[in-house]
């Protein structure tokens, strides 16, 4: 049974740092594709980051409203994956979901399994 479990999610100011978790029970959980996206009330589910394992190590790809301010990075070690979210902004405030899919060599994987989600509400 796959899960995907975030964490880290709440409340700061804008201009303030978060750090959301995602555990995931996944086997082969380093060779997985594991991203994060979000979903802001009354706006579709969109992409934020997503790390990918290559023969160099691995890759990591933003969407351009949050690059050069969050960080994707994971640790095999402990099956987790890691959003570092500084400098946010109000529009950031969503609910974040993990998402897990097949190694791929792809600038737009496949993601096959999804968490719950944990909302981040950035203040102004």
């Known amino acids: 049974q796959v899960e995907l479990v975030e964490s880290g999610g709440g409340l700061v100011q804008a201009g303030g740092s978060l750090r959301l978790s995602c555990a995931a029970s996944l086997p082969a959980f380093r060779s997985q594709t594991m991203g994060w996206f979000r979903q802001a009330p009354g706006k579709e589910r969109e992409f934020v980051a997503h790390?990918?394992?290559?023969?160099?190590?691995?890759?990591?790809y933003y969407a351009d409203s949050v690059k050069g301010r969050f960080t994707i990075s994971r640790d095999n070690a402990k099956n987790t994956v890691y959003l570092q979210m500084n400098f946010l902004k109000p529009e950031d405030t969503a609910v974040y979901y993990c998402?897990?899919?097949?190694?791929?060599?792809?600038?737009?994987?496949?993601?096959?399994?999804w968490g719950q989600g944990t909302q981040v509400t950035v203040s102004s």
């Open positions: 998402a897990a899919g097949p190694r791929s060599a792809s600038f737009n994987p496949r993601f096959d399994y």
């Open positions: 790390i990918r394992i290559s023969w160099s190590g691995d890759n990591t």
